[in-house]
């Protein structure tokens, strides 16, 4: 692994790196370790407390390799599509006077989805990502480049993952074992949302969205140094905060997201998968 780190760095580095007779066997050779899990854009390291999650910058680079090196070309078919065969995609003529309009989903090369994972469509995985074991990806969802979904985890219809690939050392967004994004959500700007947390319907993350935790009294925010961190078994709604700055008659409130309590057995009730769906 490390000598295919030390080729794609110094790839990278390299001008007119097109020419260079090498690079596409390199890239090839990386995006398939890519594909199969075995490297990723980010990892946890170390176990319990002392866990942390560090970016592989090279990774990244590997990707934007990957940019450079592509020369535009028609591709065949999409994805191939593995389902119950109790339930066949319907076939439509004219004569049913149904629209059915083009489009999708995809699974970009690069991107690890374990088995077990369900994919609904139209729904996006970009290069880079990681989408661990049982997971849903639900209608209209994105997974971003380089984000990491984790295991178990709800990315319910319309959630937004936001992917980053550059700058180069910035962190993807993480969002961790067991956790529920809701309908309509989106996690931005290397967001970590840790294991179990449930992020209610329509609520947005992003690194300049502070988060209002009622039952520790605290104020979570990102810095320049560390990404907003959501804590595990958190549930977070949607709320809006009084502003007093301007003028104090308009009477104006900013949206905030806000902990409204930690996950216990009735959230536990409403954010069960449906398993007879699988
Ligand atoms: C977060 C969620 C799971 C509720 O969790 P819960 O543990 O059952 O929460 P509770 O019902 O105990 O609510 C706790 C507090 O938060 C409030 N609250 C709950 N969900 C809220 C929401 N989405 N927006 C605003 N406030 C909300 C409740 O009113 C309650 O406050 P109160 O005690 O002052 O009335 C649920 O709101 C949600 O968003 N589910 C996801 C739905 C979804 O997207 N499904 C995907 C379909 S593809």
Same mark, same amino acid.
């Given at each position: ?19 260079? &007779? ?16 075995k490297?990723?854009?980010?990892? !946890?390291?170390?176990?319990? !407390?002392?866990?942390?999650w ?7 680079q ?8 592509? %020369? ?11 389902d119950?065969? =109790?339930f066949?995609a319907?076939q439509?003529?004219? %004569? ?7 489009? /999708?989903?995809?699974?970009r =090369? /690069?991107a690890?989805?374990? &088995? ?5 469509? &139209? ?5 880079g ?14 997974? /971003?480049?380089?984000?990491?979904i ?21 962190a ?10 809701g ?20 609520t947005?993350? =992003?690194?300049?969205?502070p988060?209002?935790?009622?039952v520790?009294?605290?104020i979570?925010r ?7 961190v ?6 977070v709604? &949607? ?11 308009? /009477? ?10 930690y ?16």
């Amino acid at each position: 692994m490390s000598s295919l780190k030390s080729s794609i760095e110094r790839l990278a580095a390299q001008g007119e790196v097109e020419h260079d &007779p090498d690079a596409r066997q390199t890239f090839l050779e990386f995006r398939d370790q890519l594909t199969q899990g075995k490297i990723r854009a980010a990892e !946890k390291i170390g176990a319990g !407390k002392d866990a942390r999650w560090t970016v592989n910058a090279w990774v990244k680079q590997g990707i934007l390799l990957g940019f450079r090196l592509g %020369a535009l070309a028609e591709m065949p078919a999409g994805l191939s599509f593995v389902d119950k065969d =109790t339930f066949p995609a319907r076939q439509f003529t004219v %004569a049913d006077r149904v629209r059915v309009v083009p489009g /999708g989903s995809s699974v970009r =090369t /690069g991107a690890y989805v374990a &088995p077990s994972v369900i994919c609904m469509p &139209p729904m996006f995985i970009n290069v880079g990502a990681y989408v661990d074991e049982g997971t849903m990806v639900d209608s209209h969802a994105l997974v /971003g480049s380089c984000a990491q979904i984790g295991k178990r985890v709800h990315l319910s219809a319309a959630a937004q993952v936001g992917g980053v690939l550059e700058p180069i050392n910035a962190a993807p967004v993480i969002i961790e074992d067991d956790v529920l994004v809701g309908g309509n959500c989106g996690i931005y700007e290397g967001t970590q949302v840790q294991a179990r947390a449930v992020i209610g319907a329509g609520t947005v993350l =992003t690194r300049s969205t502070p988060l209002y935790d009622t039952v520790r009294g605290k104020i979570y925010r990102a810095s320049s140094e560390h990404p907003l961190v959501v804590p595990e078994d958190a549930v977070v709604v &949607p709320g809006a905060r009084a502003i007093d700055r301007g003028n104090p008659g308009w /009477g104006l409130s900013l949206y905030c997201p806000v902990i409204v309590k930690y996950r216990n057995e009735k959230t536990d009730r409403g954010a069960m998968l449906e398993e007879l769906l699988r």
